[in-house]
């Protein structure tokens, strides 16, 4: 292990952006993850930065994804989208998800 090492990143801690429920995605600044504890805005919270997660996503037209899909993040609505547009890549689909379902499973991006 190198001295320089200071953890695996695997849970950060940061300050969190808003009110947060374990869980639900957090984005500050392009470090995403998902809240590992409630935290209130401006709490330390850590979030998990690896692994694959059930993270919320619109349920409605166009909002499916394929088995290994492009998974964004939409910071506005807090929650998963196929748009690309105006939203930061979190990951991929781990299994397909339904226009009707509620969340997807999500092999987040650990590296860009």
Do not use: Y
Not at 23 to 32: A, W
């Amino acid at each position: 292990m190198t001295k320089s090492l200071l953890q695996d990143g695997a849970v950060v801690t940061v300050t969190a952006p808003a009110a947060k429920n374990s869980g639900e995605g957090v984005l500050v600044g392009n470090l995403f993850g998902v809240a590992v504890i409630n935290a209130a805005s401006a709490a330390s919270l850590p979030i998990s930065t690896v692994g694959v997660h059930s993270i919320r996503k619109l349920n409605g037209a166009s909002s499916s994804f394929a088995q290994g899909a492009n998974v964004h993040w939409d910071n506005t609505n807090a929650n998963c989208t196929v748009s690309a547009t105006s939203n930061l890549k979190i990951g991929v689909a781990t299994a397909a998800a339904a226009n009707t379902d509620v969340a997807v499973a999500v092999r987040l991006t650990g590296a860009w």
